[in-house]
């Protein structure tokens, strides 16, 4: 008793705070009318129907709530204080409502079934009675529990309206049918006394009826019967399974529960119903296994497909209504993929025979009725398009026979011939659905009134016809040339512009579907151009694709056409990253003219003239101009990798590699320059920066990690050589960079150039002299003082040309460079000659040091510091 004691102390300490909380709501009531107000009204909590209650009104239109009348005033202005609403019609207040009304139904339903199991348990445990008399007394049950919950709903039993969860009667038939299904399945397998036949199809009449009792007695009991009925043919096992009568049994229970679903509106029923026949289907598929019961699979698609349109479809005969602005439905359109579904598996599991094809015609067809018929299912074409290409490419188009190997005599029939195409039904079959799909959409299409649908139709007719002629293509010739498949692209590219052309300018969404049109004709074509040509044509296809959309978009400007375009160069560019070689690594021997020049530069000239056709200032021109910047980089980095190692897979960059990259670099940057002045767009901005910064890195590399004279890397020549390409030529681009944007760039911009063609210049005559002296081999350690001399004269040599260089342009920054250089050369003949040097040499490299140093100061005060004194006045 000590557990139970507890026990009730917990209950009674909530119960406590549940009074607490009801006192002080009283006292609060009392002090306002004490003071002379009457207390806030709350009104009355409208009471919806059962159904609506459990949230499984899916099919039905949903109704405005309407507004409460407001309170009435109250007679003096006091504060009001908002009572919480009273625990109205199916509105549990707290945790005493629930644990009294709703918890004890459901434990006390559970407590039924285990108190009848535990005594089903004890009579066969002690052998009190026989298995006859068990299984009557457990028949008994189950009628007594179903006869006491008829009773109470008959009764009128309160908690069916205020607790639909929790519905007394409902719980009491539940456990009624609970019991007999338990009883049925212990006489078939405990027991034996019932054969399977009988067995089977008792339990499917319980679980029916339980369906059908659903209908006076809420969900609960629905999901319970369709559950049991679901799981009724795997509990009862024979030597000679039936697949027509698995068939007819799954084919009735779905007609059952999809009926309950209509009639009580409850979606979520219908849509486990559709799963649970379509799961049972794709089972009786790898049970027939193309043998004498086949069949029984397409009879449960063309099931599911007329109960579909008879009870699923809004709007379609017996079916939810459809309200004045009907969106697609998800339960029907599940069901219609799971009918179309198992009709496509059909043709492959008994190898496209004849009569399985025309049942996925007839389902293909009867999907396209319905949506003509019913706004709702206006998605049904768009879901038989891609089944009806899976049908086409699981089609075995090779038969046997045609020839013998042997000649006709003896063996003439025993040796099978060479296997031979049957392209008849093929074709026939392709053709048939392809116009059924392309036509109906079309015309559908075109008077279409609502956007949704209008995009549903159009979208059937081009994505069905394209998704066909690709299976095809795939299974005829294993995407391979074939100028007869790309004459079929041309001539559906041809239909599409026709279409356009006949809907634009009506009125409704008839525009919109246009552009899905003009869309496909694009796609058409560059499909046509795909099957036509070799190698990497398809990223030159998408790309003219993305051309010709813009192009379109620009003289017809149909909503979505520019988004679009944008869409297809993303798609190139998404190609080239899954194959950066486009033409599997062998672009052609030849230099710069091979098939790089074709996949890289005819992208990147469609996407250029797709944004100047475009115009505007969107996205998706700015995309257009981002892919055209991409791939002229593209052409050129594959081209320098082609041109220096012979093909795009290799070793790692060498010397030459990264010089070429640093001169494309630094050129690109300039040409961006060039147009950030006459576009205001961010692509060349940001384009700028970016590549800026990628030559900045390269520029490290050359005078870093691949410098020959960390690399021993030979330069081969004396004087024309590849340091022109790594370090003379980038410094000539550097400072033209610096030049072209002195009046555009932040000082930081213009230093940074600067300082980048100052570091390689200097860079370049200092590995020239090195080159001079030790050979090819700049990494020797050869040094004698010959060189080391020259380095002085060299870098004052280059200082005094950087200091006439700035005099004579008036650069400051040019003056300021040749000071960097002669006081580094003044640094290294101080503490390098000075020590390393011997004899005359010594001696020229400070007396050249001098000389230099006073013609420097002599110019300065000649050239710069006597104009400055003239102007103010002074004597020079």
Same mark, same amino acid.
Request: charged share 10%; with cysteine; net charge neutral.
């Given at each position: 008793?000590?557990?139970f004691?507890?026990l009730?102390?917990i209950?009674?300490?909530i ?7 009801r ?6 009531r009392i002090?306002l009318?004490?003071r002379?107000?009457a207390?806030a ?5 409208p009471?919806?129907p059962?159904e609506?209650?459990?949230g499984?009104?899916v099919?039905?239109?949903?109704e405005?709530?309407t507004a409460a009348?407001p309170?009435a005033?109250p007679p ?6 908002e009572?919480p609403?009273?625990?109205?019609p ?5 945790f005493e409502?629930?644990f009294g009304?709703?918890?004890t ?13 535990f005594?089903?348990?004890y ?9 006859g008399a068990?299984l009557t ?9 179903l006869a ?6 008959r009764k ?5 309206i205020?607790l ?6 409902a719980?009491?038939?539940a456990a009624?049918?609970?019991t ?5 399945y ?6 034996g006394?019932l054969?399977?036949?009988v067995?089977?199809l ?22 319970l019967?369709?559950?049991?009925a679901?799981?009724?043919p795997?509990?009862?096992s024979?030597?000679e ?13 779905a007609?059952?529960?999809i009926?309950v679903?209509r009639?009580?509106l409850?979606?979520?029923?219908a ?9 049972w ?6 049970l ?15 099931v599911l497909m007329?109960l ?13 209504p ?9 339960v ?6 799971g ?10 599991a008994?190898?496209q025979?004849?009569p399985?094809l ?8 009867a999907?396209i009725?319905?949506?003509?018929r019913?706004?709702a299912?206006?998605?049904a074409?768009l879901i038989a ?10 089609w ?10 042997a000649?006709?005599g003896?063996?003439e029939?025993?040796v099978?011939?060479?296997?031979v195409?049957?392209?008849?039904g093929?074709?026939?079959?392709? &053709?048939?659905l ?6 109906a959409g ?6 279409a ?6 995009l549903a139709w159009s ?7 394209l998704l =066909?002629l690709i ?6 010739t294993?995407?391979?040339?074939s100028y007869?498949?790309a004459l079929?692209?041309?001539a ?5 512009t ?13 525009e919109h579907a ?6 496909g ?9 795909t099957?036509?040509?070799e ?8 790309? =003219?694709a ?7 978009a620009?003289?017809r400007?149909?909503?979505g056409?520019?988004q ?5 160069g993303?798609?190139?560019l998404?190609?080239v990253?899954?194959?950066?070689t486009?033409a599997?690594?062998n ?8 098939w790089?020049?074709w996949?890289?530069?005819?992208p ?17 021109r ?5 892919l ?6 593209l052409?050129a ?22 010089a070429?990259y640093?001169c ?10 060039r ?14 920066l970016?590549?800026?910064a990628?030559a900045?890195l390269?520029a490290?590399?050359v ?5 020959p004279?960390?690399t021993?890397?030979?330069i081969?020549?004396r004087f024309?050589?590849?340091l022109?390409?790594a370090?003379?030529v ?5 400072f ?10 932040? &000082?930081w911009?213009r ?6 063609? &100052? ?10 002299v ?7 081999d ?5 040094l ?10 060299v870098?004052?040599?280059f200082?005094?040309a950087?200091?006439l260089?700035?005099?004579?342009s008036?650069?400051r920054?040019?003056r300021l ?5 002669v006081m580094l ?5 101080f ?7 011997e ?18 100061g002599w110019?300065?005060q000649?050239?710069l ?9 002074q004597?020079?």
């Amino acid at each position: 008793m000590g557990e139970f004691a507890g026990l009730f102390l917990i209950i009674a300490f909530i119960l406590l705070f549940a009074l607490r909380r009801r006192v002080k709501q009283l006292e609060t009531r009392i002090e306002l009318l004490e003071r002379g107000a009457a207390p806030a009204q709350v009104a009355p909590v409208p009471t919806p129907p059962a159904e609506k209650q459990a949230g499984l009104s899916v099919f039905a239109p949903k109704e405005e709530p309407t507004a409460a009348p407001p309170p009435a005033s109250p007679p003096l202005e006091v504060p009001q204080i908002e009572e919480p609403a009273p625990a109205g019609p199916g509105r549990l207040a707290g945790f005493e409502e629930r644990f009294g009304a709703l918890w004890t139904v459901w434990l006390g339903g559970i407590a039924l079934a285990l108190g009848g199991i535990f005594l089903v348990r004890y009579a066969i445990e002690a052998d009190l009675i026989g298995p006859g008399a068990r299984l009557t007394l457990g028949a008994l049950l189950a009628v007594a529990l179903l006869a006491a919950g008829e009773w109470l709903r008959r009764k009128g039993e309160p908690s069916r309206i205020a607790l639909p969860f929790a519905d007394v009667p409902a719980m009491l038939t539940a456990a009624g049918t609970s019991t007999a299904y338990a009883v049925i399945y212990a006489a078939y397998e405990i027991y034996g006394l019932l054969p399977p036949g009988v067995a089977f199809l008792l339990l499917g009449a319980v679980a029916i009826a339980s369906m059908a009792a659903a209908l006076l007695h809420g969900p609960m009991l629905a999901a319970l019967g369709l559950v049991a009925a679901g799981v009724a043919p795997l509990l009862v096992s024979t030597d000679e399974p039936s697949a027509w009568g698995l068939a007819v049994y799954v084919a009735v229970v779905a007609a059952a529960a999809i009926g309950v679903a209509r009639a009580r509106l409850w979606a979520w029923l219908a849509a486990l119903a559709i799963i649970g026949a379509t799961l049972w289907g794709l089972v009786l598929l790898v049970l027939t296994e193309g043998g004498s019961s086949s069949a029984a699979p397409g009879f449960l698609a063309a099931v599911l497909m007329a109960l579909t349109a008879a009870f699923l479809v809004p709007g379609l005969f017996r079916g939810p209504p459809a309200g004045e602005m009907p969106r697609p439905d998800w339960v029907s359109a599940l069901a219609v993929t799971g009918a179309l579904g198992l009709g496509a598996l059909l043709t492959a599991a008994v190898d496209q025979a004849a009569p399985s094809l025309i049942l996925f015609g007839a389902l293909v067809f009867a999907a396209i009725v319905m949506a003509w018929r019913a706004e709702a299912a206006s998605h049904a074409p768009l879901i038989a398009a891609p089944l009806s290409a899976f049908v086409l490419a699981a089609w075995d188009v090779l038969a046997q026979g045609g020839t013998t190997v042997a000649a006709p005599g003896a063996m003439e029939g025993v040796v099978a011939g060479p296997p031979v195409l049957a392209l008849g039904g093929f074709i026939a079959f392709g &053709l048939a659905l392809g116009a059924l799909l392309g036509l109906a959409g079309y015309l559908k299409a075109g008077r279409a009134e609502r956007l949704m649908p209008a995009l549903a139709w159009s979208a059937a007719a081009v994505v069905g016809p394209l998704l =066909l002629l690709i299976a095809a293509y795939w299974r005829l010739t294993d995407f391979g040339i074939s100028y007869g498949f790309a004459l079929a692209a041309l001539a559906l590219a041809a239909l599409g512009t026709l279409a356009v052309d006949r809907l634009t300018g009506r009125e409704g969404a008839s525009e919109h579907a246009a552009t899905v049109f003009a869309t496909g004709s694009v796609a058409a074509l560059a499909l046509g151009l795909t099957m036509a040509l070799e190698r990497g044509w398809l990223t030159v296809g998408l790309a =003219l694709a993305s051309l010709g959309i813009a192009w379109i978009a620009s003289t017809r400007p149909l909503p979505g056409l520019r988004q679009l375009s944008a869409f297809v160069g993303i798609a190139v560019l998404g190609r080239v990253m899954w194959d950066p070689t486009i033409a599997g690594g062998n672009p052609g021997a030849t230099p710069v003219l091979n098939w790089l020049l074709w996949g890289y530069g005819v992208p990147a000239l469609s996407f250029a003239a797709a944004a100047w056709r475009l115009g505007g200032n969107d996205w998706a021109r700015r995309t257009h101009e981002s892919l055209a910047l991409i791939f002229a980089v593209l052409l050129a980095v594959t081209e320098i990798r082609h041109a220096v190692r012979g093909t795009l897979i290799g070793p790692e960059p060498g010397l030459a590699e990264i010089a070429g990259y640093l001169c494309v670099a630094l050129a690109y940057v300039i040409g961006l320059e060039r147009l950030r002045r006459v576009s205001a767009s961010p692509v060349y901005e940001l384009g700028s920066l970016g590549v800026f910064a990628i030559a900045g890195l390269l520029a490290f590399a050359v005078l870093g990690f691949a410098n020959p004279m960390v690399t021993g890397d030979l330069i081969e020549g004396r004087f024309i050589n590849l340091l022109l390409l790594a370090y003379a030529v980038p410094a000539v681009l550097a400072f033209a960079l610096h030049r072209v944007t002195r009046e555009t760039r932040p &000082l930081w911009h213009r230093r940074a150039s600067g300082a980048l063609a &100052l570091v390689l210049a200097f860079a370049y005559v200092t590995l020239s002299v090195r080159r001079f002296f030790v050979g090819p081999d700049l990494a020797s350690e050869d040094l004698g003082s010959g060189e080391l001399y020259a380095y002085s004269a060299v870098w004052l040599v280059f200082g005094i040309a950087l200091l006439l260089a700035g005099l004579l342009s008036g650069s400051r920054e040019l003056r300021l460079a040749s000071a960097c250089i002669v006081m580094l050369t003044i640094l290294k003949v101080f503490l390098w000659d000075m020590s390393d040097l011997e004899g005359v040499l010594r001696a020229l490299s400070f007396i050249g040091l001098g000389l230099v140093l006073v013609a420097i100061g002599w110019l300065y005060q000649h050239l710069l510091l006597r104009p400055a004194n003239v102007q103010k006045g002074q004597p020079s």
